[in-house]
């Protein structure tokens, strides 16, 4: 009975190995395949189909919408805000000393797959 609930973990592992790396793939040929719409996007070549939500165009009964990017902002060379940042990594680290002033949260479980 021990070797079958083994050889079923095993099994497991073989499997999740195996879906990541199909996932791997697929989020490859879709980055490629975005990128070229970006092009097309940029180039007009989709605007028969926009609809009137800003940047989204409805095709073969599915709604798709381009995002042109999140905004960040770099405050490197803002002294003061740097300033600020290290004077919190400094209190953060104070309050993870202190019994009861900060909470630690634990994640959900999670599997990486590395070949």
């Known amino acids: 009975m ?6 079923s973990a095993e099994d497991l592992l073989r ?3 195996h879906l990541r790396s199909k ?4 989020l490859d040929d879709i980055k490629a395949v ?3 719409l970006t092009h097309h996007v940029d ?6 189909l926009k609809t009137d939500a800003p940047n989204t165009f ?3 009964d599915t709604n798709f919408t ?14 003061d805000v740097m ?21 630690l949260i634990q994640g959900t479980p999670f599997w990486t797959v590395r070949a």
């Open 66 to 79: 381009y995002s042109t990017g999140r905004v960040t902002w770099n405050y490197d060379d803002c002294s």
């Open 43 to 48: 180039n007009g070549d989709l605007d028969h």
């Open 15 to 17: 499997e999740l190995a």
């Open 23 to 26: 996932e791997r793939a697929l």
């Open 83 to 103: 300033a600020a940042r290290e004077n919190l990594r400094q209190l953060e680290e104070t309050a993870r000393s202190v019994p009861g002033a900060a909470r």
């Open 34 to 36: 975005q990128s070229l």
């Open 2 to 7: 021990k070797d079958i609930y083994h050889n």
């Open 58 to 60: 409805y095709f073969e």
